[in-house]
């Protein structure tokens, strides 16, 4: 049995190119999600300071309300307000995590099919 050298140094370059697309995926996967990341967290921080507003304001205003029952309706206000806005913004941020998850998976995907056509075909 005779050794071909030249198909030797192919697969060689074959297997090389395959690891360094591999790793140039991982990276960029990598990229992507920590981009996401830091919009998910900006997300937070920009959503934490406006309910530490809303929470400043509501509690200005009762203190300055004249009975017990404005100061209820202010306090169920807030409230209502507050979750809805919670509910709102957990929304989002699922949506980000999910949206990330699919942005970070891409590169990976498309090198494993890569892979896995050039593993079959040789």
Do not use: C
């Amino acid at each position: 049995m005779e050794f071909d050298k030249t198909a030797l140094d192919k697969a060689t370059q074959d297997f090389q190119k395959l690891g360094k697309d591999n790793y140039e995926a991982v990276v960029k996967s990598y990229g992507q999600m920590n981009k996401g990341f830091q919009d998910i967290g900006t997300s937070f921080t920009d959503y934490t300071k406006q309910a530490f507003a809303d929470a400043t304001a509501t509690f200005e205003k009762l203190v300055g309300a004249k009975s017990l029952e404005h100061a209820i309706e202010i306090q169920s206000q807030y409230a209502k307000t507050a979750y809805e806005t919670w509910m709102a913004e957990m929304t989002k941020i699922g949506e980000m995590y999910a949206s990330v998850a699919r942005d970070a998976y891409k590169p990976v995907e498309k090198a494993v099919a890569k892979t896995t056509a050039t593993v079959t075909a040789s």
